[in-house]
């Protein structure tokens, strides 16, 4: 089945849920504009349904390749990178001063989607290209803003971030590689680092390491860790290329999947790097790339679900089996079976509610940079932080959740690999692992999203979401209404007892033992919160004469869809977050083993 980008969903849930006028608002994006705006979305989408999507499936069979010290992207990938950087598509939000375009987060993030959906393994390569450029404009200096910087944005080089070492992996206050003062400015670096996605490839001349690392005099743990900029070629005064540096990758992993993305073991020995930022304080800088990740990942779960959601639809079509309910048609498609379109239902409605989050998360990440004040800015970063883990987690699980439904929509046949089903399930599998598992995206929330500003956040978006339910009675009534209700009632609940709790030490296991569901129900409300907003501009539309009638229709019952099969589940949710330590105490090891 090819790839259709869903331009017309991306820009809907731009401009009527995630509210991206409120950043052109500013003033901070003067060149942008909603004609814009359908440019850009118009022109990821036919890149990446003609470009990237076509190499999907041959670069799951082939994948990178590694050989005598260096890696060799999948077939076509080399050439499709290359049409990617000449599209401009990795300068989307940065700097002008760059070369970039300095156009909205959330725009990059719409964009982005249709390149993950299209070509997960491929939409790597840039996406952590991304976060590289946003930890130099942050913390680069002027040297590294004027020699790396621009050829990053240009998609002339590639980013890769480096952390992960055998024995240091979630736990980087653990990690070993050593960074020695050269005498010049520069530093020795010497180490392995594994799970280095892209760390070498032949698309690019060269390609710029952000490697984690200890200065001899570091303290132990994660306040002993610095960040270092290792270039694959030293750039020479003029801006051409120079001697090859001292690292190497020493293989490629072999992976449930995203096959064509390499995944490199590299190991430092002696490769000359400059300090990035302050010394010591390579986690907090890194944390500017690892948040912006962990959004991107979160868009990689929307994407990879809108894959597997069209590929699931177009066999339900297709195929044909049993009798239509419906029209009382015998050898009908599968799609007039009550369960199959239930599911679908169901896919649909939590891809957008994800899509939803993401891009609400990129509007709150410029508003917080370009409210018109410093308290709005604040209220705005506490919206940003609170959604960051949600966009990261919660769109994965839903990214892994619809490819599992992919292959369950196609019966025996989307066990088989040749149908396609199996691989979308294959690579989203990845997105809850890394850049922070999801587990740990759920402590992080619990553990320091929530409590920040003494809760602000979250009793700010809880007071957004019963102004909507105020709404809600003008287009429903009935259970539509009464779950959102009894949802966001749960999340008041339990929000209220976690930020008690959390003042008590002796109920931190409780508090962490609840992380999981607490995440899941701020998800799902969330999303329904999210769904319910769009219902509501949809029914304004109708109301005013304007749109497509059926389209928009069809925004007001997947509300209703989200509300019976998600909404549903907030007080089951909600039990789970409670006294969760001590049963989880008793559940020893021994017990686990026995």
């Keep these: 089945m090819t790839y259709r980008a869903p331009i017309r969903d991306l820009a809907f849930t731009l401009q009527a849920v995630a509210g991206l006028d409120q950043v052109a608002a500013t003033g901070a994006f003067p060149d942008y504009d909603a004609e814009l705006m359908g440019a850009v979305l118009e022109a990821a989408g036919q890149f990446s349904e003609e470009v990237l999507a076509p190499l999907n499936r041959p670069g799951d069979l082939a994948g990178a390749k590694y050989a005598n010290g260096s890696v060799t992207a999948a077939p076509g990938f080399a050439d499709a990178y290359r049409q ?11 700097n002008a001063e760059a070369g970039g375009q300095a156009l909205p987060k959330a725009l990059e993030l719409a ?24 930890a130099l404009e942050q913390v680069g200096n002027a040297h590294q803003k004027s020699t790396y910087l621009p050829r990053l944005v240009s998609g002339e080089w590639t980013g890769a971030m480096v952390l992960t ?7 980087l206050g653990a990690l070993t590689a050593t960074a020695t003062p050269k005498g010049d400015g520069t530093y020795e670096l010497r180490g392995q680092k594994i799970f280095i996605t892209w760390g070498d490839h032949d698309a690019t001349d060269n390609i710029v390491h952000m490697v984690l690392a200890r200065l001899p005099d570091a303290p132990p743990g994660p306040k002993g860790i610095s960040l270092f ?32 993305s390499p995944t490199c073991v590299m190991s430092y020995e002696g490769a000359t790097a400059e300090l990035v930022g302050r010394p010591n304080e390579g986690l907090a800088h890194m944390f500017v790339m690892m948040n912006a990740a962990r959004l991107a990942v979160g868009v990689e779960g929307v994407g990879i679900a809108e894959r597997a959601y069209q590929h699931a639809l177009a066999y339900a079509q297709e195929r044909r089996q049993g009798r239509s309910v419906w029209s009382g048609q015998s050898n009908s498609p599968i799609i ?13 409605a939590k891809i957008a509610a994800a899509r939803a989050i993401c891009l609400s998360c990129g509007v709150a990440a410029d508003m917080a940079k370009h409210a018109p004040d410093e308290a709005a800015r604040k209220a705005w970063k506490g919206r940003e932080d609170l959604f960051t883990p949600i966009a990261k987690a919660w769109s994965t699980d839903v ?27 294959r690579d989203a599998r990845i997105a809850p692992i890394y850049e922070g598992t999801n587990g740990i995206q759920a402590m992080d929330l619990v553990g320091r999203k929530l409590s920040q500003d003494g809760g602000q956040a979250a009793r700010d978006l809880i007071a957004d979401m019963k102004t909507t339910l105020a709404k809600l009675h003008r287009l429903y009534s009935g259970k539509p209404v009464e779950r959102f209700a009894a949802a966001v009632e749960a999340v008041e609940d339990a929000t209220l007892w976690l930020l008690d709790a959390k003042s008590d030490p002796a109920r931190a296991a409780d508090v962490l033992a609840g992380a999981d569901a607490y995440l899941k129900l701020l998800g799902d409300v969330t999303g329904g919160w999210m769904l319910a907003k769009a219902a ?26 989200y509300a019976a099969n998600v909404l549903g589940h907030a007080s089951s949710r909600l039990a789970a977050i409670g006294q969760g330590g001590a049963l989880l105490e008793r559940m020893s090891a021994d017990v686990l083993a026995g």
Aim: charged letters at 20%.
């Design 229 to 260: 900029l290792a270039s694959k070629f030293a750039v020479n005064a003029d801006g051409t290329l120079g001697e090859r540096n001292s690292f190497r990758p020493v293989g490629v992993e072999h992976k449930l999947g995203i096959h064509a």
């Design 165 to 171: 070492e055998p024995h240091a992996g979630s736990d």
């Design 111 to 134: 964009a982005y989607e249709t390149v993950h959906a299209a070509n997960m393994a491929f939409g790597l390569c840039p996406m952590l290209s991304l976060a590289s450029i946003e």
């Design 536 to 561: 509501l501009w949809a029914r304004a539309e109708l109301d005013a004469g304007q749109g497509d009638a059926a389209w928009l229709e069809g925004k007001i019952a997947l509300y209703e869809v």
């Design 336 to 348: 007039d079976h009550p369960d199959v379109r239930r599911t679908l239902s169901v896919m649909k």
């Design 84 to 94: 990617f950087a000449e599209g401009g598509w990795t300068g989307l939000t940065a």
């Design 399 to 425: 990214g892994c959740e619809v490819a599992s439904l992919g292959v369950q929509i196609h019966g025996g046949m989307g066990f088989i690999e040749e149908t396609g089903a199996a691989q979308f399930y």
